[in-house]
């Protein structure tokens, strides 16, 4: 059975860091591609970042380019997202995910930006 459980959401101010990860289960992670995908307070899922199966290929919506880095350590089934000068409008909550739909996510990971 796919499990995947978030952690290192919180509170932070604007242009503060977090760095979430995602730890696997159920499926072997180092052959597929993975997903973060955030829901804002009010609003749909929205993609953030994706990352090849084997980590070389990222891509990321435009808003978050230049601040998130995703990344995966293969080896501890582990999908990361660092999260660097957070804005407001970056608070929601964060699910990883198998797909770019976001069908197969965790319970997600709260992440709150504000002063």
């Known amino acids: 059975q796919v499990q995947l459980v978030e952690s290192g959401g919180g509170l932070v101010q604007p242009g503060g860091s977090l760095r979430l990860s995602c730890v696997t289960f159920g499926f072997t992670f180092n052959n597929h591609e993975m997903y973060w995908v955030r829901q804002a307070p009010g609003k749909g899922l929205e993609w953030v970042s994706s990352i090849s199966a084997g980590g070389r290929t990222t891509d990321y919506v435009e808003s978050v380019k230049g601040r998130f880095t995703i990344s995966r350590d293969n080896g501890k089934k582990t999908l990361y997202l660092q999260m660097n000068s957070l804005k407001p409008e970056d608070t929601a909550l964060y699910y990883c995910?198998?797909?770019?739909?976001?069908?197969?996510r965790g319970q997600g990971t709260q992440v709150t930006v504000s002063s």
């Open positions: 995910a198998t797909n770019r739909a976001a069908t197969i």
